[in-house]
T-cell receptor
Framework: AQSVSQHNHHVILSEAASLELGCNYS??????LFWYVQYPGQHLQLLLK??????LVKGIKGFEAEFIKSKFSFNLRKPSVQWSDTAEYFC???????????FGKGTTLSVSS | GAVVSQHPSRVICKSGTSVKIECRSL??????MFWYRQFPKKSLMLMAT?????????EQGVEKDKFLINHASLTLSTLTVTSAHPEDSSFYIC??????????FGAGTRLSVL
């Protein structure tokens, strides 16, 4: 079955530090990949997505992610985090049937000011 | 952007009662909506896929008689937790699929069964 793995359960950073959150997926075919963010008390929001083309995708709020097919990875990055980036981050992939999202377990990011 | 409204945000009920949760796409039509359950420190678990005008598709292990889903219009899907028990206490989240296969999420419903 398809799966998504997020390596980091909880990441703690100081403001201005660089961020990289790991995400690996299991399916080897054509993939549609997403990063969602859930700020405290808010609903899930789309950060960025990859369908095809340039493997380096840019999202909102300065986030970017790189699709590396050979590594089955779609890591999320941000050069300099802010306190307001404190949130839960979820990596997701569309299932093989193209009908539903499969989520990773999420990574909690805590940024101290 | 696309907005999905979920209601209520929080509900507390007695064991044995039924609870209905609504999910509405406010500014777009969604032929497909999804219902998830989120456990503490866990990812979102897909419960079922709701298709307008047809029966919902339930994931393995999800009791369809327990979690009734109705998707009567292009903007509304409802999840009814029937005869709720304490083990049904959880955070339930809906999403609606928009263009380009992007899902837009509701704010979730915290269900507490006493």
């Amino acid at each position: 079955a398809q799966s998504v793995s997020q390596h980091n359960h909880h990441v703690i950073l100081s403001e201005a530090a660089s961020l990289e959150l790991g995400c690996n997926y299991s399916y080897g075919g054509t993939v549609n990949l997403f990063w969602y963010v859930q700020y405290p008390g808010q609903h899930l929001q789309l950060l960025l997505k990859y369908f095809s083309g340039d493997p380096l995708v840019k999202g909102i709020k300065g986030f970017e992610a790189e699709f590396i097919k050979s590594k089955f990875s779609f890591n999320l990055r941000k050069p300099s985090v802010q306190w307001s980036d404190t949130a839960e981050y979820f990596c997701a992939v569309i299932n093989q049937a193209g009908t539903a999202l499969i989520f990773g377990k999420g990574t909690t990011l805590s940024v101290s000011s | 952007g696309a907005v999905v409204s979920q209601h209520p945000s929080r509900v507390i009920c007695k064991s044995g009662t039924s609870v209905k949760i609504e999910c509405r796409s406010l500014d777009f039509q969604a032929t497909t909506m999804f219902w998830y359950r989120q456990f503490p420190k866990k990812s979102l678990m897909l419960m079922a896929t709701s298709n307008e005008g047809s029966k919902a598709t339930y994931e393995q292990g999800v009791e369809k008689d327990k979690f009734l889903i109705n998707h009567a219009s292009l903007t509304l899907s409802t999840l009814t937790v029937t005869s709720a028990h304490p083990e049904d206490s959880s955070f339930y989240i809906c999403s609606a699929r928009g263009s380009k296969n992007i899902q837009y999420f509701g704010a979730g419903t915290r269900l507490s069964v006493l």
